[in-house]
């Protein structure tokens, strides 16, 4: 997939040394726009992440009739002017969602529970990604999803929606969210299973504007509606997101001499996996400055080297470090011994095959990487470089690599590497500042 943007990236010359604040979580910065356009009342929100993900989720609302004022240039900070769960306005185009996949699934859930017709698409990456997990369940809700295949794009003609218990097959914070906003248009309680838990930042959020969520004993996710969202009183903040936090953690337990600080890091239970494993592979991270800001916990993680080992991943800690496995690939690439992944096959259909691309990429840069059908086998060793790879047109691919190549005997070029502003379009000046190699290429 050719979407530009080239990386140049590696060996670092020294440790990495200095204090960074990465951009606010990806995942809750959707989350937060979404409850805020479909509340009655106005929503300040700050830390909000200002990639081309989230604000495709924005740019949606404002083309069904919501204001949107930012607050400062960067926009990080926003007044949402809510229109209300049924004040939402038949959009004139299309909706394009660009890359990103959270944005889609959620919305499914909100375009299910309305009185008009939608269709949105989304890039070439997103236009093949499974939608089936989100659309089955809002039919069953009533809602009609036309389409080819169930791929985008999609019409999404709402209806009046009945409550359902859904068995969900797949461990994904991103079918369960889609169910739960289609609940708030339902009648009846409406009840989510998941083979796994998985992130939960929608139930945590929901009852911040009114709305109660319950899980019970067995982690089943109950959800009657109350007929409103109210907008809340206190603005909402959103932590540091802990997926572009792994990336600098990962280059500074492998470049010796590192030693650096990540200030406020969302520290959620469910979205810690990849600090658990990295811990399990020998990294070194203590956290400072424990806080909660609204129902989230953060921190500050002090993170320095320590030469990592290959483990074999807990089952268990993968729905909750699924964003963070190709940065996991590059650690395992560099570690002593060997690094074993079950039950992964969720990264086959992210942005990328995120398996098969990320095995692509380390071979070429002289690692031994063994592809599984639900994971892979790592046995680690060194990095030559001094090679070109293919990020894909997937952020986390380019970034993965740009930190794989700090500890290679010479340059890494990654090619396609322009979606890093899906998700953290400053990752190559703070990078620098922290003292990795990496810059782009000015041809």
């Known amino acids: ?253 492998l470049v010796k001499g590192s030693d650096i600080t990540l200030e406020r890091i969302g520290m959620n239970p469910l979205r810690n996996g990849w600090k658990r494993i990295l811990a399990d592979m020998n990294g070194t991270m203590d956290l400072q400055n424990e806080a909660l800001v609204g129902e989230e916990s953060v921190a500050d993680i002090h993170v320095t080297y320590q030469g990592l080992k290959g483990v074999q991943v807990n089952p268990a800690d993968v729905p909750d470090a699924i964003d963070e496995f190709p940065v996991l690939f590059a650690a395992a690439a560099l570690a002593e011994g060997e690094f074993v992944l079950s039950e992964a096959e969720e990264l086959r259909v992210k942005e990328s095959d995120r398996i098969a691309v990320m095995a692509a990429a380390l071979q070429v840069a002289g690692a031994n990487f063994t592809e599984k059908p639900d994971g892979a086998i790592i046995v680690g060793g060194e990095l030559q470089g001094g090679c070109t790879v293919d990020a894909c047109g997937d952020h986390r691919i380019a970034m993965a690599m740009a930190v794989a190549a700090q500890c290679a005997a010479s340059d890494i070029t990654i090619e396609n590497s322009a979606a890093i502003a899906t998700s953290f379009p400053d990752f190559v000046p703070l990078a620098q500042s922290l003292g990795m190699n990496v810059r782009w290429s000015e041809k």
């Open 1 to 253: 997939m050719n979407v530009g943007g080239t990386l140049i990236a590696g060996p670092a010359a020294s440790g990495l040394i200095g204090t960074v604040s990465v951009p606010g979580d990806k995942s809750m910065s959707h989350r937060a726009v979404m409850l805020a356009a479909l509340a009655d009342g106005t929503t300040e929100i700050h830390g909000f992440l200002p990639g081309e993900d989230c604000l495709a989720t924005a740019e949606m609302f404002v083309q069904m009739g919501v204001s949107i004022d930012w607050l400062n240039d960067e926009k990080t900070s926003l007044r949402v002017h809510g229109v209300g769960l049924h004040g939402l306005k038949k959009p004139a185009n299309i909706l394009d969602a660009g890359n990103s996949g959270t944005c889609v699934r959620l919305m499914m859930g909100v375009f299910a529970g309305q009185d008009f017709d939608v269709t949105v698409t989304g890039d070439a990456s997103l236009q093949v990604r499974p939608m089936k997990r989100v659309a089955d369940p809002v039919r069953t809700m009533g809602a009609r999803v036309v389409g080819d295949g169930d791929l985008l794009p999609l019409t999404i003609q709402g209806g009046q929606l009945k409550a359902i218990y859904h068995a969900s097959k797949v461990a994904s914070a991103q079918v369960k969210s889609c169910v739960l906003l289609a609940a708030l248009f339902a009648e009846g309680e409406t009840t989510v299973s998941e083979p796994r838990p998985t992130r939960d930042h929608t139930e945590r959020m929901l009852p911040l504007f009114g709305q109660p969520v319950t899980v019970d004993e067995e982690g089943l996710v109950h959800l009657k509606a109350v007929g409103k969202l109210i907008a809340p009183s206190e603005p909402i903040y959103i932590p540091a997101d802990p997926s572009s936090a792994t990336f600098f953690a990962v280059a500074a337990s």
